[in-house]
């Protein structure tokens, strides 16, 4: 094929998918003269080129649409949807018929008259007096002075009118101002030099883009990264050699070469990346379509356009996106009456949302919708033969939406044009799991249907620390490190350990450890206890990793590992770094597993109905298992403890009838676990120390087992006292202390002074930004409060719809899908919650807004913006908020 | 004129003849055919997988892909090589994924003729059985030809 004809098919290809875009938001803000012209533009373009190239049957087609556009801009014709609608009729035929000359290599024979013969009858169409799209009444007035003038500056001059007071100032300014920086460059007009220069360096800075990318077959791409990988090696053997050898003049060259090398391999990586946005500028127009097609009003909100993915990930799932949107517009989404009936805003929302966290790369679709419809996939499930009815009967709702995802399986009522062929979910999910993702989705009849699509972070590019253990190294993916804390006997961070496993005090915290040595099957470290720990975080879970040293960061390309070690669950990928040198990259996840020892299997038997577990999948807490008294096994959640002592006994003593032991200048009493407990006279007596406001109590037990992490389930609670009930906790059947119980022996005012009725006091985060539940949950959790994160009103709902309590809730106030006055205004309407404080924390903090806020049934209003006091005001507020419903709580039961 | 030159060019007629790449595990001559082999190397810099299946040696950069090292001693469940002692790889390919067997020493390539083959025999081991498409006759002793996919269809199950 001719290279221009190639050439002019990837440029019209491109014009043809902005303009897909472009005409979807036109037809939303239709006084946009700046999209308009852009528009009018690239279809022009299109029209130039065909006649150039002798293409006259693309050339009338784009001619037609174009006619239709130059009247949209002359203001001769209405934007209606049946308008726009054929202009993107005629794109298709357009694409359509590029598409043909592809293969071929020369344009179809044929005729498009009727499409084109649709087009000019809409165009030879009187300006149609009813109904005008045109809100705007300055620019018609513009155009009526018969200059000829770009549309960018009508648009540039409209903008600038409309922001004065514009049925006063628009008679003054009219005859003065549009031509004069077109027609006439030499004199600056006064009053308008502000929209001539910005339209000028809009149009340079806009032909700059242009030039300054190219396209370039990927093929291309990959044999560069391979020869670049080839010198790389070179280099590497160069330098080898260099080594060996005294100072001579090969040692600066070399040393250029090899850096300019290692930005040369950064930078060919780097091209294959693509930002997810491409895959989503279809989408768009589909909803769009969907909208005409179905009379629905629907709004797609798109945040986090820019991750970068691969580009060979970012093909996999452009078609699983475009087919779940799709859904989302065709059945989850009301029409516009149904929604007002039960009392949704008309337009629907859908909702995509991409970013990266925990070393994957997430994408949350939502919609506001209906939700899916359990009864009809347990019947349908039924109907097809995918199971029994005694089978489903057992089943939770999780596993009952998952049937959606089996081959053959549909919802819809009728097949519509767009959706319900029965070829959707299960595709969606093989291309997904086809690049090691998953997708879960959660549904609440009448609220919505979210799915999330989990990518792993094989081939994106990551940030990664390399750090040592036993003379190998590993990289670390930075987006879990919290922290680096260097140990050794001299420092203040020691590690230490109970029974075998390794904890960490970090402030006043216990932190559970792994060995990167141990849990690797490497051999156990020499002689030097210098080493670090890394504080990492799996969800809401913090755990530390020991190694031997670290390095520094490196950027990082993330390749899968070969199936054979697929089974080995440490690893999320490998790599090759800068020096040529392979590396796995560890995966804190299955890490943090084997920090539980036992806790991982129960984790994953767990998964299949954990639903939605982006970002909060710990579930999981640390417990602390002792052994007392005789009978069960005991379990205290770790974080409740501050330490564990191995008193000497000698060194307890009896003081007016309780046991004590003087510890920094205090006396700390002693409580045994039970009331029987015999007091030894000498060796050590085990202890566990709790703190609160600079008290502490230790409480007697007689053997500190274990640390490991499971999930708080208790299943039978016990009526006696100082056991909160029964549990099974790794597999093993525990009895879970009630601190509290101890607390008060030991101190009978404890919980009048710190004010609290439990230790764990349950927050609930309710953020829609990942920064910020990331900022406000550490706070909350280092002020002893059990931090549970939503990320928008409706996942709160869902909590308070799956029998979850808090002790207040923190709710930002602008989310997507339900926000926080929405939010307020239903827990205060249903008794499960109408009782929990509730604090908004927003960044809108105005006058009205806070009083929008107390309104909607805020407690307290703290501003975001005050990062310094941010820790102060929310305790204040959440003081002040707990403190006024525990007195309206008893001002009612006194009346 | 990229086109692979092809490796060794027999007056036999291909039907009746197959070519492989032999080497030496533990004294024993293994043979794999050549079509299927895409590089033979010295491995210098072998990383290993601390908590992987114990046939993975390793994983080597080759030319900017990483492929993993199958330790063909540890996989035939022969004894361990002396600690230190080199050997030598031999890269084929499964099912899209590049493997590379790290062997003693690699031999020749030769041409067999079919009249040299025998199937396996009924004492070998089990592992082996599974692992081995024939047996050869040659002159320097008994040739057990591999079956590569089989050969690296490695139960990844931890």
């Known amino acids: 094929m001719d290279d221009l004809l190639q050439e002019f098919l990837a440029e019209t290809t491109e014009s043809l998918a902005v303009l897909d875009v472009e005409l979807v938001r036109f037809e939303r803000e239709t006084s946009d003269a700046a999209i308009l012209s852009n528009i009018f533009r690239l279809m022009h373009t299109i029209k130039g080129t065909c006649g150039f190239l002798g293409l006259p049957r693309l050339g009338a087609v784009a001619h037609a649409g174009e006619n239709i556009l130059g009247k949209f801009r002359d203001r001769e014709l209405d934007v209606t949807p049946r308008a726009v609608t054929l202009i993107l009729k005629a794109i298709d035929q357009i694409r359509s018929l590029l598409a043909e000359m592809e293969v071929t290599g020369a344009e179809p024979t044929g005729s498009d008259d009727s499409l084109i013969g649709e087009i000019n009858a809409l165009a030879g169409e009187e300006p149609a ?102 010198l790389v090696l070179t280099r590497n053997q160069l330098l080898q050699m260099q080594r060996g050898q005294k100072d001579n003049e090969f040692k600066v060259p070399l040393q250029r070469l090899s850096h300019i090398t290692s930005d040369l391999q950064d930078g060919v990586t780097r091209m294959r990346m693509q930002p997810i946005g491409n895959a989503w500028n279809k989408l768009p127009r589909i909803v769009r379509d969907l909208t005409v097609a179905t009379g629905k009003k629907i709004e797609l909100t798109m945040q986090g356009a820019e991750t970068e993915l691969d580009r060979q990930v970012l093909e996999m799932i452009k078609d699983p996106l475009t087919h779940m949107v799709r859904n989302s517009a065709d059945h989850g989404i009301e029409d516009g009456a149904r929604r007002l009936a039960v009392g949704k805003p008309e337009t629907g929302t859908i909702a995509l949302n991409a970013y990266h966290e925990s070393g994957h790369i997430f994408i949350r679709i939502a919609d506001d919708g209906r939700g899916l419809d359990l009864e009809r996939i347990r019947h349908k499930a039924v109907a097809n033969g995918l199971t029994t009815e005694a089978a489903i009967a057992t089943m939770s709702e999780q596993q009952i939406l998952q049937f959606i995802f089996r081959p053959g399986f549909s919802t819809a009522e009728k097949v519509t044009s767009v959706s319900g062929r029965g070829v959707g979910m299960d595709v969606v999910r093989t291309n997904i799991e086809r690049i090691g993702g998953t997708i879960e989705l959660s549904s609440v009849a009448g609220r919505g249907t979210t799915f999330l699509i989990k990518i792993p972070l094989t081939l994106a590019i990551v940030s990664a620390l390399i750090v040592e253990a036993a003379q190998q190294r590993f990289a670390i993916p930075q987006l879990n490190v919290v922290e680096l804390v260097g140990v050794s006997d001299r420092s203040e961070a020691r590690i230490e350990t109970i029974n075998t496993s390794p904890v960490l005090r970090l402030r006043d915290r216990l932190l559970p450890l792994v060995s990167l040595r141990s849990v690797l099957g490497l051999p156990p470290g020499g002689a030097s206890n210098d080493r670090f720990v890394i504080v990492a975080q799996v969800g809401a879970q913090t755990f530390g990793i020991i190694v031997d040293r670290v390095f520094d960061t490196e950027e990082i390309v993330v390749k899968p590992v070969a199936p054979i070690l697929r089974g080995t669950r440490f690893y999320v990928g490998n790599t090759i770094l800068g020096d040529g040198s392979v590396i796995m990259i560890l995966d804190p996840n299955g890490l943090s597993g084997a920090a539980g020892q036992i806790g991982a299997t129960d984790a994953q038997a767990g998964q299949g109905e954990a639903g939605l577990s982006d970002g909060q999948s710990g579930e999981q807490t640390s417990f602390l298992l002792f052994r007392t008294g005789g009978g069960e096994l005991k379990a205290i959640p770790l974080e409740l403890v501050s330490r564990i002592e191995s008193l000497d006994a000698a060194s307890i003593e009896n003081v007016g009838g309780r046991h004590v032991v003087q510890y920094r200048q205090h006396l700390v009493p002693l409580v045994p676990f039970c009331p029987a407990h015999h007091w030894k006279e000498s060796g050590k007596q085990e202890t566990l120390v709790f703190s609160d406001n600079g008290r502490s109590m230790g409480l007697v037990v007689d053997e500190v087992v274990d640390i490991v992490r499971d999930r708080m389930a208790i299943e039978l609670s016990s009526a006696r006292p100082g056991l909160l009930g029964s549990a099974i906790i790794s597999g093993k059947a525990v009895d879970v202390v009630d601190v509290g119980h101890f607390l008060t022996q ?150 | 004129m990229n086109a692979d030159i092809p490796v060794s060019q027999t007056s036999r007629s291909e039907d009746d003849a197959d070519a492989f790449v032999t080497f030496t595990v533990a004294g024993q001559l293994f043979g794999v055919p050549v079509t299927r082999v895409q590089d033979i190397l010295i491995p210098d810099d072998i990383a290993p997988v601390p908590g992987g299946p114990p046939e993975v040696r390793g994983l080597i950069n080759l030319r900017g ?56 025999p009924a004492t070998l081991d089990q592992v082996w059985r599974n692992m081995a498409n024939a047996v050869y006759r040659t002159d320097q002793g008994l040739l057990v030809a591999l079956h590569v996919d089989r050969l690296l269809a490695i139960e990844t199950e931890a």
């Not at chain 1, 370039?216 to 670049?228: G, P, Q």
């Not at chain 2, 090292?69 to 002692?85: C, E, F």
């Not at chain 2, 084929?92 to 067997?101: F, K, P, W």
Request: hydrophobic fraction near 45%; charged fraction near 20%.
């Open chain 1, 129 to 230: 007096a009813a109904e005008p799209v045109f809100a705007d009444h300055i620019v018609p007035n513009l155009s009526e002075g018969g200059f000829p003038v770009a549309a960018e500056l009508l648009a540039e001059v409209a903008e600038a009118l409309s922001q004065e007071s514009i049925s006063q100032s628009v008679p003054a300014i009219l005859p003065e101002p549009p031509p004069a920086p077109v027609a006439d460059p030499a004199p600056a007009p006064a009053p308008e030099p502000v929209p001539a220069t910005a339209t000028r360096e809009a149009e340079t800075k806009e032909s700059a883009t242009a030039a300054s990318s190219i396209r370039v077959n990927v093929d291309v791409i990959e044999n560069l990264m391979t020869l670049i990988s080839e």
């Open chain 1, 746 to 895: 030991a101190f009978t005012d404890w919980f009048e002074i710190t004010a609290m009725r439990k230790l764990t006091r349950q927050a609930l985060l309710v953020d829609d930004s990942p920064f910020f539940r990331n900022l406000v949950a550490p706070l909350l959790a280092s002020a002893n409060w059990k931090v549970t994160v939503a990320a928008d009103g409706l996942e709160a709902l869902r909590l308070r719809d799956h029998g979850h309590q808090f002790d207040v809730i923190i709710s930002d106030i602008e989310m997507p899908n339900m926000d926080g006055l929405a939010l307020a205004g239903a827990i205060r309407s249903d008794p499960r919650w109408s009782q929990v404080p509730l604090i908004a924390l927003s960044s809108r903090a105005g006058e009205d807004d806070v009083q929008a806020g107390h309104k909607a049934g805020f407690d307290e209003y703290v501003a975001k913006s005050d990062q310094a006091h941010l820790q102060e005001s929310l305790t204040r507020a959440v003081r002040q908020a707990s403190a006024r419903n525990q007195a309206h709580y008893e001002l009612r039961r006194a009346s």
């Open chain 2, 65 to 120: 892909r990483i492929v993993t090292v199958i330790d063909m001693r540890t996989h035939l469940s022969l004894p361990k090589a002396d600690t230190g002692k080199s050997g030598m790889c031999v890269t084929v390919e499964s099912h899209g994924e590049s493997y590379t067997l790290f062997v003693d020493s690699v031999g020749d390539v030769v041409t067999l003729p079919r009249n040299l083959r025998e199937g396996n």
